[in-house]
């Protein structure tokens, strides 16, 4: 047979099978997984790195978990660095952002080696939300935490199997440290079940084609991805942008972007001190926020890998609330990963109005509510994000209830499972009529959804942003509204929350989750009017309004 | 009285309507098969089968059975061809339709549109009352507001209602009062509840699944009702069958009441055919692929048995969420691959093949039509693959120019010569399949190399043997009559209905007693829904399997039940069983609680099924059915002179080995050096792979 080990269809045709192969571990995990939050709202990511630990390929999932995986690998590659450290079969896992893990204690990095020709030629790892990983509070979140040891155990990049032998004791501490130990050794087993597909898919394509090939298709893979990028990168406006907002809670963030011929730099330096409370993000965390909007920026659609993130400089400061040090507590960092991600977005819309529609409601809307399942008599956890409206584009009207710009290819819960398994019952899941995000096209509708429980003594534990400022609009446009929980006591009166921890919950209260709805852009009296009539027909708005914002007799 | 019997089946494709007529004398038993094909007529899709009938020299009035497979609901579907819907829900959801499941496949692109729901909000209507996830009765239904949104669905042209609860699924009570109450009201209006065609938990797919089967059915009703008119107008007197997504056949009435079963109607009677087939040649593990103009479906079958499954979704891909429609379907994995596929060459050098597809007009660059696009065929026609003196059996004349111009505007996009492009596009074209095939075997824990490969639709044979090396397969079998093998299987088809019911319960012997009393009132409905089909209840088999899942998981495993009742004895095999399913699937067990989460309930009895009669084999030497020899490509394997075989001409037991090509005037068959070929004696071709 000819030499094939440049050949550029041997090569591409490997490309596809780390595609598929990172898809096929992906659906290995969803299908075993005990959390609803990995199985149903597919709170997960896998991937493939090369024998350095550089991104090759990522599975479906989220967006906010490609750019986790490397990072892990990485660490791991340097922690067991002596020649016998890493023998094929072990596998490792971290979830300590302070030792590669880049979110938050409930997400464990599992990875394991590939071997070829007696050498790692690749990384298979996953990583998934798990429910409980022990800490103060049950599902190990809470707005309390002062530091990292209040938050979960904490497993800083080690073996949990050794040449396919699970370390039992290493397992054991695992798993004793859960409030719900099945689960979380269910999960860890499918992540493990997940790498061991790819290890298994990767050395059959290695031993058909070379090991040499193989590692030559990824290279050639990331260069891909770093040309495409390079390419679009060209097309970016030029220049300095700046963008200073205050968050709910007062702080002031501030973000200065400079595009540049062959960098897109982010500097995130001039920011506050990390908080003493969980609402801080790794330096790692930022990183994500920024390659994903720069994937979007550049290329959305062509597969995302370690050389499409090339062209990124971020330049944070140790210490601070995008850079945080040991042992800051960094429970609610993906709210924080969305606020960078949403003021690089705003900072930058106004420049680039065909690639950046308006503000969306821009928050995982995270919400915690455990219990006692009144019929089965067993603990349930319900771990979930939430729908919501996002932005009026330039083409278009915002879309109504999808995920937010972190989650992607995730699911929210139906109703009808949520009431078998949790014992509680939903009374109702619609869109959001409240005001906000008119414009000469609207921003989509968040959602309202009621939860009402079923049993007592249950909690509710929630972290939203954009509760106080609501989503941002673009060219006249108004902006949208606030995301918030309702909290509606049985007998007593309603309180709304932003975030709340452990707060107890009683038989028939209802908790009312509302997320906003998008901004919209231009000034409302050009919208379409016959647009206008059928929001008037479709019951969005009153034909009051109607006369009101857009000055439309309906 | 005619000593005869003819069956006769038609399949409507989207560029052909096919025609497959087996005539069996009763005294001797020997059998004689007929073929035709005519262009499919689009919106009369009626006319294009009375048409192959006659192209077919089919006489309606002696035909005994007749089964149709047709495209006309995805047409409709995916054309938005349907009628106007109204819905009514729950209180509380009516934006359920519109809510989805808020995912958004495409995330990096901000600009993501959410598919559109097929009912617009003001056609969404609530009602108060609730049943819980166990069918208790929470709130009572309240009618009340009935009167009013019918008035208000008049008003707005509404031509049929879809019915949607809360948990209909455990107890359709209020589902069937609504409907009862709306045809008292409306009688002249269609209107279809959820639970009449799924009896499985998630609210939004229910629904989904309930507005598509409305939109639909006014319009499959009706040309359901053109075709049977027009069947008997030409004097044909016996029932009509309709092929169903899970690989059975229908009565055209319960088809006309919920036609969104037969969404996939053709691929699966083609997967239905290649399990058939499986059996009849004693290969019961078969990787089923059926290679047409613009795409490619596989799909997996171990032990005889073809996997159905109720998660299917239209128009879902990478870059969007498509719909999902709750209905037992085949499980399969289709590509846009196929011999009209385009290939071309993206900004970074890169070389795609499909999923655009030069379709039949202006088809490949050969077909001198005004292509200029280079499709995967032109790069079988410039390999010498595909005969260019015998392209489409003779009927068209190779524009060899046209072909020559398209592959070398590839090869300079590439920085190759037209050879080397050619066959970067067979190699990715072969890679893009094997990627599918991969998907539905080792994706669900089965080794190809158990298999054999199955391969039908006009390209079948031109990739089946590249794929098998590719994968490892041992074996591939080209059925007699791939070309029109969907109708083939059409003819081997069951009545068949498969119910899959939700109801959660442990593992253990009380868990047993209420599944088999879930199973009792399913096989009751079962026979009494063939009875009112004039079908022996004596004579219905069933199959059944449960769905289990660890506790705390979510998705769940599929695990056949030995037949006979359920007993708490036999918890502990049915434990063992899963486990060792499981663990096939996914690498590990856990020792953990087991749940069932429902059942499937497999609903089948003959109706006239085709018996085969084998030919004895003959002699081994081909040399009769060889007629030239020609250089042809085999990519990596290099040009290799290879014996070129007259299809038609080859008899079973004749043998010869590869490299060769084997030509018909439907197909044409690669067969790569070393490879061996054997006819069988129902005339379909073995090809032994080179190890």
């Known amino acids: 047979m000819a030499d094939l080990s440049n050949d550029p269809i041997t090569l591409e045709i490997i490309q596809n099978s780390l595609q598929a192969t990172a898809d096929e571990m992906f659906a290995a995990m969803k299908k075993t997984s005990m959390s609803s939050i990995i199985y149903e709202v597919l709170d997960m990511g896998t991937g493939i790195m090369d024998a350095d630990g550089e991104l090759a390929s990522s599975g479906a999932g989220i967006p906010a978990f490609i750019g986790v995986l490397d990072k892990a690998v990485k660490v791991f590659i340097a922690k067991y660095d002596k020649p016998g450290d890493i023998k094929p079969g072990d596998v490792f896992a971290t979830n300590d952002p302070y030792y590669g893990g880049v979110t938050h204690l409930n997400d464990i990095v599992v990875g394991m080696p590939v071997f070829a020709d007696g050498r790692i030629i690749a990384w298979t790892a996953n990583i998934a939300h798990n429910s409980d990983v022990g800490g103060m509070a049950p599902g190990s979140l809470s707005g309390e935490a002062t530091e990292i040891f209040q938050e979960g155990i904490r497993l800083p990049a080690i073996k949990i199997i050794s040449e396919g032998e699970p370390i039992r004791s290493v397992m054991d501490i695992i798993k004793v440290n859960s409030r719900m130990p099945d689960v ?131 330049l944070t400061r140790e210490g601070s609330v995008f850079h945080a040090r040991e042992p800051a507590p960094i429970g609610f960092y993906y709210e924080i990963e969305l606020r960078v991600y949403d003021i690089m977005w705003r900072c930058l819309a106004p420049h680039m109005p065909d690639r950046l529609a308006a503000g969306h409601f821009a928050s995982v809307c995270g919400t915690f509510i455990g219990g006692i399942h009144p019929d089965t008599g067993r603990q349930y956890t319900i771990i979930e994000p939430q729908l919501g409206g996002w932005g009026a584009s330039r083409e278009s009207d915002g879309n109504s209830a999808v995920f937010c710009g972190f989650h992607g290819e995730t699911y929210n819960c139906p109703a009808e499972i949520n009431e078998a398994r949790n014992g509680l019952y939903v009374d109702r899941m619609e869109l959001n009529m409240e005001p906000g995000g008119e414009g000469k096209h609207t921003g989509g509708r968040g959602i309202v959804m009621d939860y009402r429980v079923r049993a007592d003594n249950g ?96 | 009285m005619s000593s005869k019997s003819i069956r006769v089946a038609t399949d409507v494709g989207g560029t052909f309507t ?3 007529c087996f005539e069996t004398d009763l005294e001797t038993g020997q059998s004689s098969v007929r073929t035709a094909k005519s262009d499919t007529t689009p919106p009369d899709f009626e006319k294009g089968v009375l048409n192959v009938l006659k192209k077919g020299d089919v006489d309606s009035s002696t035909v005994n059975f007749l089964a149709h497979g047709t495209t006309v609901v995805i047409n409709a579907l995916t054309e938005r061809k349907g009628v106007r819907v109204g819905l009514i829900t729950t209180e509380g959801f009516r934006d359920t339709l519109e809510i989805a499941r808020g995912n958004r496949p495409d995330f990096f692109n901000l600009h993501y549109q959410k598919p559109e729901p097929f009912v617009p909000r003001y056609l969404r209507r609530e009602l108060p009352g609730r049943m819980t996830y166990r069918g208790e009765e929470r709130a009572p239904l309240d009618l009340a507001g009935l009167p009013a949104i019918l008035d208000d669905f008049r008003k707005e042209s509404v031509e049929a ?70 069947l008997k107008g030409d004097g044909y007197r016996g029932s009509m069958y309709v092929m169903q997504s899970n690989c059975g056949v229908d009565s055209l009435e319960a088809v006309s009441r919920i036609p969104i079963t037969m969404v996939e109607s053709g691929p699966a009677s083609g997967f239905w055919g290649a399990a058939e087939l499986g059996k009849l040649i004693g290969e019961p593990n078969v990787l089923a692929l059926d290679i047409g103009g613009t795409t490619a479906k596989c799909s997996l079958i171990e032990n005889g048995q073809v996997k159905i499954m109720t998660d299917y979704w239209i128009e879902r891909d990478r870059t969007s969420a498509g719909y999902p429609i709750m209905v037992p379907v085949v499980d399969l994995v289709e590509i846009g691959n196929g011999g009209g596929s385009i290939a071309w060459v993206d900004d970074f050098g890169k070389l795609h093949v499909g999923p655009q597809s030069a379709g039949a007009v202006p088809g490949p660059a050969a077909y001198g039509k005004g292509g200029t696009e280079a499709t995967a065929t032109d790069a079988n026609i410039w390999l010498g693959r595909i005969n260019a003196d015998y392209f489409c059996g003779g009927e068209v004349e190779t524009d060899m120019d046209a072909t020559r111009s398209a592959i070398e505007a590839v090869g300079e996009k590439l920085g190759t010569d037209a050879d080397e492009a050619a066959r970067g596009i067979v190699r990715i074209a072969n890679n893009n399949m094997v990627n599918a095939l991969k998907l539905v075997s080792l994706n669900r824990g089965f080794d190809p190399r158990d298999f054999t490969l199955v391969a039908f639709g006009g390209g079948g044979g031109m990739h089946a043997a590249a794929l098998a090396h ?13 070309p029109v093998f969907s109708a083939w299987g059409m003819m081997m088809s069951d009545l068949r209905r498969d119910y899959f019911v939700t109801r959660l319960v442990d593992l253990n012997a009380d868990g047993v007693g209420q599944l088999e009393a879930v199973f009792a009132e399913t096989e009751a409905l079962a026979r009494d829904q063939f009875a009112a089909e004039h079908v022996d209840p004596a004579k219905v088999k069933f199959l059944r399997f449960g769905k289990f899942r660890y506790q705390n998981q979510e998705h769940t495993t599929e695990v056949l039940l030995e037949a006979g009742e359920l007993t708490p004895e036999r918890v502990a095999a049915i434990e063992a069983d899963f486990h060792e399913t499981y663990e096939r699937e996914y690498t590990y067990r856990l020792d ?100």
């Not at chain 1, 990168?233 to 200065?256: C, H, M, W, Y």
């Open chain 2, 161 to 230: 209602i879809a019915v949607c609860f809360l948990h209909s699924y455990a107890n359709p009570a209020h589902e069937k009062a609504a409907v009862e109450e709306i045809q008292r009201l409306w009688p002249e209006t269609a209107v279809v509840a959820s639970h009449q065609i799924t009896r499985e938990w998630r609210e939004y797919e229910r629904t989904n699944t309930a507005v598509l089967s409305a939109y639909v059915q006014p319009v499959a009703e009706r040309y359901l009702q053109r075709l049977s008119d027009g």
């Open chain 1, 184 to 314: 979380l050794e269910g999960d860890v087993w499918a992540a493990i079940a997940s790498v061991r597909v790819g290890d298994r898919r990767l050395r059959e394509i290695a031993a058909k084609y070379g090991a040499e090939t193989f590692e030559n298709a990824m290279t050639s893979f990331m260069d891909f991805g770093e040309n495409v990028s390079r390419k679009a990168l060209a097309d970016l406006p030029k220049g300095t942008f700046e963008l200073s907002e205050e968050q709910d809670d007062g702080r002031i963030f501030n973000v200065k972007i400079t595009i540049g011929d062959d960098e897109f730099t982010v500097d995130l330096r001039d920011n506050p001190d990390q908080a003493d409370n969980p609402v801080n993000t790794s330096r790692d965390g930022v990183m994500v926020a920024c390659q994903m909007i720069f994937k979007s920026l550049t290329d959305a659609h062509s597969p995302a890998n370690g050389g499409s993130f090339r062209p990124i400089n971020l």
């Open chain 2, 470 to 482: 590719e994968l490892g397969v041992k074996k591939v079998v080209i059925p007699a009559g791939a």
């Open chain 2, 18 to 20: 096919d025609l497959v």
């Open chain 2, 592 to 691: 953990a609680p087991v749940e069932v989460v429902g059942i499937h309930l497999v609903a089948s009895a003959e109706v006239g099924k085709l018996t085969m009669t084998r030919e004895e084999l003959g002699e081994a030497d081909a040399t009769s059915a060889q007629k030239a020899t020609r250089k042809v490509d085999f990519a990596l394997e290099g040009v290799h002179d290879a014996a070129i075989y007259n299809g038609d001409l080859l008899r079973p037991g004749m043998a010869f080995d590869g490299p060769a090509v084997v030509e018909d005037s439907g197909t044409t068959i690669v067969v790569h050096p070393g490879d061996k070929v054997t006819c069988d004696g129902y005339g379909n071709i073995h090809i032994e792979i080179r190890t």
């Open chain 1, 459 to 554: 909690f509710l534990t929630v972290g939203y942003t954009r509760s106080k400022f609501p989503a941002w609009a673009v060219d006249g446009g108004r902006e949208g509204s606030p995301n918030y929980v309702e909290f509606r006591p049985h007998g007593g009166e309603p309180e709304r929350f932003a975030f709340v921890s452990g707060l107890t919950t009683k038989r028939d209260d209802v908790i009312r989750v509302v997320t906003g709805n998008g901004g919209g852009l231009g000034d409302p009296k050009e919208r379409d009017p016959d647009a206008v009539r059928k929001d008037v027909k479709n019951g969005l708005i009153s034909p009051q309004r109607a006369k009101e914002v857009y000055g439309l007799e309906v």
